[in-house]
C-alpha cells in the first residue's frame, strides 16, 4: 500500500499546532481590539462599549501570567511560532488593569503577578551568571539549559518586561503593582539589566539597544525614587520602609 510520504502528527502535536496557529492570532487579535474595554472603569470609561468587571480583568491577568509561564518552560515547543507567542502576550501586557487587580483582585491572581516578576528576576539573574562564567558560546557543545535561558531571555522576556513596563508607566500603576515582593523583584531585575549592559561579550554587544530599553522603562514604572536611596526614608511606597533587610533579601 502507498504511502503520501508524510507522516501523521501526534494529537500532542497537533494541539501545539491549533494553539499556536489558532488560538494565539484570536488571543492577539481580540485583545488589540478590545483592550480599552480592559483598561476602563465606571469613573473612567475609554471605550465605546462599555467596561470590563473586575472579574474580567482578573482572568485576563491570569492568561496573561499562564502564557507567560508556558512560554518560559516551553518557549522551544513553538519554534518559528514563539514569535506570534511573544506578540500575544505584548498585546496582553497593554491590556491589564493591574491597579484594580491589586486593589480587589483575588489572592490567586495576585500571587501570580508576583511570581511573574520573580521568575523574570531568576531568569536574568540565571542569564547574567552564565555570561559571566563564560558559558554562553556559539558552539553545538554548549549545554541545552544554557542556551535555553540564553534564548528565552532574548526573544521573550526582554520585549515582554519592556511592554509591561511600558504600559505600567503610561497608566501609572506602579504606585499599586511595584510595591512590596514586586518592587523587590524589580530590583533584583534592573541591577541585573545594570549589570548584563556593563558587560564585555557577543551576546551584551547584540542586546544592548534591547537591554537599555527595558531598563529605561522599568525606571520610569518605578514608584520610588531609586537613584537616591538616602531620601528612601521619605517615600511610603519604599520597599525599604515596608520590608526589613532580612525579609528583602528572601
Same mark, same amino acid.
Given at each position: 500500500?502507498?504511502t503520501?510520504?508524510k507522516?501523521?502528527?501526534?494529537?500532542?502535536?497537533?494541539?501545539i499546532?491549533f494553539?499556536a496557529?489558532?488560538l494565539l492570532p484570536l488571543?492577539?487579535?481580540?485583545?488589540k481590539?478590545h483592550s480599552?474595554y480592559?483598561l476602563s472603569?465606571?469613573?473612567?470609561?475609554l471605550?465605546?462599549?462599555?467596561?470590563?468587571s473586575n472579574k474580567?480583568?482578573?482572568m #485576563?491577568?491570569? +492568561?496573561?501570567?499562564?502564557?507567560a509561564?508556558?512560554?518560559?518552560?516551553?518557549?522551544?515547543l %513553538? /519554534?518559528? =511560532?514563539s514569535?506570534t507567542?511573544?506578540?500575544?502576550?505584548h498585546?496582553l501586557?497593554h491590556?491589564l488593569d493591574?491597579?484594580?487587580?491589586?486593589?480587589?483582585?483575588?489572592?490567586?491572581v495576585k500571587?501570580?503577578?508576583r511570581?511573574?516578576f520573580?521568575n523574570?528576576?531568576?531568569?536574568?539573574e540565571k542569564?547574567l551568571e552564565?555570561?559571566?562564567?563564560g558559558?554562553f558560546t556559539?558552539?553545538r557543545s554548549?549545554?541545552?539549559?544554557v542556551s535555553?535561558?540564553?534564548?528565552y531571555?532574548? #526573544?521573550a522576556? +526582554?520585549?515582554?518586561?519592556?511592554?509591561?513596563?511600558?504600559?505600567?508607566t503610561?497608566?501609572h %500603576? /506602579?504606585? =499599586?503593582?511595584?510595591?512590596?515582593?514586586?518592587?523587590a523583584?524589580c530590583?533584583?531585575?534592573l541591577?541585573?539589566?545594570y549589570?548584563?549592559g556593563?558587560?564585555?561579550?557577543?551576546?551584551?554587544?547584540r542586546?544592548?539597544?534591547?537591554?537599555?530599553e527595558?531598563?529605561?522603562?522599568?525606571a520610569?514604572?518605578?514608584?520610588?525614587?531609586?537613584?537616591?536611596?538616602h531620601?528612601?526614608?521619605?517615600?511610603p511606597?519604599?520597599?525599604?520602609?515596608t520590608?526589613t533587610?532580612?525579609?528583602r533579601?528572601?
Amino acid at each position: 500500500m502507498a504511502t503520501s510520504g508524510k507522516t501523521d502528527k501526534s494529537p500532542h502535536e497537533q494541539e501545539i499546532k491549533f494553539f499556536a496557529k489558532v488560538l494565539l492570532p484570536l488571543i492577539d487579535q481580540y485583545f488589540k481590539n478590545h483592550s480599552l474595554y480592559f483598561l476602563s472603569s465606571p469613573s473612567k470609561n475609554l471605550s465605546s462599549s462599555g467596561y470590563a468587571s473586575n472579574k474580567e480583568k482578573e482572568m #485576563v491577568t491570569s +492568561l496573561f501570567c499562564k502564557l507567560a509561564a508556558l512560554v518560559r518552560h516551553r518557549i522551544s515547543l %513553538f /519554534g518559528s =511560532d514563539s514569535a506570534t507567542m511573544v506578540s500575544c502576550l505584548h498585546i496582553l501586557a497593554h491590556t491589564l488593569d493591574t491597579r484594580t487587580v491589586m486593589k480587589s483582585g483575588s489572592e490567586l491572581v495576585k500571587a501570580g503577578l508576583r511570581t511573574f516578576f520573580e521568575n523574570a528576576a531568576e531568569d536574568l539573574e540565571k542569564t547574567l551568571e552564565n555570561l559571566k562564567l563564560g558559558k554562553f558560546t556559539h558552539s553545538r557543545s554548549q549545554m541545552k539549559g544554557v542556551s535555553q535561558n540564553i534564548n528565552y531571555t532574548t #526573544v521573550a522576556l +526582554l520585549p515582554i518586561l519592556t511592554a509591561l513596563f511600558q504600559h505600567i508607566t503610561q497608566h501609572h %500603576f /506602579g504606585v =499599586d503593582l511595584l510595591l512590596d515582593d514586586v518592587q523587590a523583584s524589580c530590583y533584583r531585575i534592573l541591577t541585573s539589566l545594570y549589570s548584563l549592559g556593563t558587560g564585555k561579550n557577543i551576546y551584551v554587544e547584540r542586546q544592548l539597544p534591547a537591554l537599555g530599553e527595558c531598563l529605561a522603562t522599568l525606571a520610569g514604572a518605578m514608584p520610588v525614587a531609586f537613584l537616591e536611596p538616602h531620601l528612601n526614608i521619605h517615600n511610603p511606597c519604599s520597599v525599604f520602609n515596608t520590608k526589613t533587610p532580612r525579609e528583602r533579601a528572601s
